[in-house]
Nanobody
């Protein structure tokens, strides 16, 4: 059973930074893709950033240039560095891992940006 545990969320002022971590049970190298998604109240869950097994990355237009996703295979952890945070970044952030047809989610971590 795959477990993904997020941490690093919290309350930050607009313009500030946070780093989210997603620790996986077992090696993350097996996953084809890992990423971060977010869901604000009343909105659908949306992609924030993903990183593939070979290190390729993709970002939502709204976070490009401000957020950075990375992975540490030795620590079985994926990170999301969030800079220049805006109030519209407020949401629950979820870690995701994909292994072919299988899709795994963490429990989510709240990020609140005050203006």
């Amino acid at each position: 059973q795959v477990q993904l545990v997020e941490s690093g969320g919290g309350l930050v002022q607009a313009g500030g930074s946070l780093r989210l971590s997603c620790a996986a049970s077992g090696s993350i190298f097996r996953f084809n893709e890992m990423g971060w998604y977010r869901q604000a109240p009343g909105n659908q869950r949306e992609l924030v950033a993903v990183i593939t097994k070979d290190g390729s990355t993709n970002y939502a237009d709204s976070v490009t240039g401000r957020f950075s996703i990375s992975r540490d295979n030795a620590k079985n952890t994926v990170y999301l560095q969030m800079n220049s945070l805006k109030s519209e970044d407020t949401a629950v952030y979820y870690c995701n891992a994909k292994f072919y047809a299988f899709n795994y989610w963490g429990q989510g971590t709240q990020v609140t940006v005050s203006s």
